[in-house]
């Protein structure tokens, strides 16, 4: 065994044992997927996961089975999605295979039939020819024309099966993209979605002058409803947001959740004002939701959420967006929660009366 296999070896035993410990110490159960989740968190293979785990585990203290799916699906069975276009690849590239040959076939008998067209026409006018001749030139083009006619059908019919399994996998590939960009949990865009429309849109204010505005918003005392009610009621917390959230934004706009319970707007239409309207009509809307238990009836209280604000500004980038829309949301934190805060002087942060 030579020193390089056996220092491989052994750093993935030394990986393998941290992840059990972590796993034991964030209350995580011994499954495959927990151990996939901390052992690619431990090899650092994985910087947005490595970055989700420390953010749920600083606000939760644990890291129990339906965070570990929500993070194997997001960030390690990719895999899959990936598996899926190979598939739809391989199977596309296959039926364009057969449609060559087939258009071979048809060409191999459109050129034969090309070669017996201009033999009819050279024997037609020959002095030789004579009735006998003339009725066999014309069986043989009577049967060269079926031949044409029939492959022609086997092509159309065969072109028509391609076009509908290219269809097919066209749309196959197309739900795999949309399961790529889509938050499991909410049903809402993910972070990957996120990053990627606020790169463009970013991109797009730049060259274009267009107005672009970025809402932030974060559940206040999340980290409550998990602790007091259970993580299944968190979700439901979480579910709440995105259903509001779809009901609130204009469907130019795109919603996201790109952290634990962090969500994000992205606004490429209208004056900052308009943003802050968006804004101020999620949070009212969310504040008006009483969360109930389903097995009793109880009042499990209100949700409200802390919003940030920003506009598109010309030095921006997608990151310096975000980060001014992140301390805006901060700031309503620390102003007492359940407001908007928006990153210009004009504005003023609304507050819950």
């Known amino acids: 065994m030579s020193d390089l296999f056996r220092a491989d070896t052994d750093r993935s035993f030394t990986v393998g044992q941290r992840a059990i410990?972590?796993?034991?110490?964030?209350?995580?159960?011994?499954?495959?997927?927990?151990?996939?989740?901390?052992?690619?968190?431990?090899?650092?293979?994985?910087?947005?996961?490595?970055?989700?785990?420390?953010?749920?585990?600083?606000?939760?203290?644990v890291l129990r089975d339906d965070t570990i799916d929500v993070l194997y699906d997001t960030y390690i069975d990719s895999r899959r999605h990936?598996?899926?276009?190979?598939?739809?690849?391989?199977?596309?590239?296959?039926e364009m295979e057969q449609v060559l040959e087939m258009l071979d076939v048809a060409l191999g008998s459109t050129a034969?039939?090309?070669?017996?067209?201009?033999?009819?026409?050279?024997?037609?006018?020959?002095?030789?020819?004579?009735?006998?001749?003339?009725?066999?030139?014309?069986?043989?083009?009577?049967v060269a024309t079926r031949d044409v006619t029939a492959n022609n059908r086997t092509l159309e019919a065969r072109m028509r099966e391609s076009r509908e399994e290219i269809q097919s996998l066209h749309e196959t590939l197309e739900a795999v993209r949309v399961e790529s960009l889509t938050d499991p949990l909410t049903g809402i865009g993910n972070r990957k979605l996120f990053e990627?429309?606020?790169?463009?849109?970013?991109?797009?204010?730049?060259?274009?002058?267009?107005?672009?505005?970025?809402?932030?918003?974060?559940?206040?005392?999340?980290?409550?409803?998990?602790d007091v009610y259970g993580h299944l009621t968190g979700d439901r917390v979480l579910r709440l947001v995105a259903l509001t959230m779809?009901?609130?934004?204009?469907?130019?706009?795109?919603?996201?959740?790109?952290?634990?319970?962090?969500?994000?707007?992205?606004v490429p239409y209208g004056a900052r004002s308009e943003a802050v309207s968006v804004a101020e009509r999620i949070r009212t809307s969310v504040m008006g939701r009483e969360l109930v238990k389903r097995s009793s009836g109880e009042s499990l209280g209100r949700v409200t959420v802390s919003v940030g604000v920003a506009s598109y500004r010309g030095d921006d980038t997608a990151v310096s967006l975000l980060e001014r829309a992140d301390q805006c949301m901060f700031a309503a934190k620390r102003a007492g929660r359940n407001r908007v805060v928006v990153d210009d002087a004009e504005f003023e942060a609304t507050q819950v009366a």
């Open 246 to 266: 779809r009901e609130m934004v204009d469907s130019r706009a795109t919603i996201a959740r790109f952290g634990g319970e962090e969500f994000g707007v992205i």
């Open 196 to 226: 990627e429309v606020l790169r463009k849109a970013v991109e797009g204010a730049a060259a274009k002058a267009q107005p672009l505005s970025l809402i932030i918003l974060d559940i206040d005392h999340f980290k409550r409803f998990n």
């Open 112 to 142: 034969r039939y090309g070669a017996s067209l201009q033999a009819f026409s050279q024997d037609i006018v020959s002095p030789t020819a004579n009735r006998a001749r003339l009725r066999d030139l014309v069986t043989s083009l009577i």
């Open 21 to 61: 410990e972590l796993m034991k110490a964030y209350g995580s159960s011994a499954s495959p997927r927990s151990y996939a989740v901390w052992y690619t968190y431990v090899s650092g293979h994985q910087p947005l996961l490595n970055e989700a785990v420390k953010r749920l585990t600083a606000e939760h203290g």
């Open 82 to 94: 990936f598996a899926e276009t190979e598939r739809a690849g391989t199977t596309m590239l296959s």
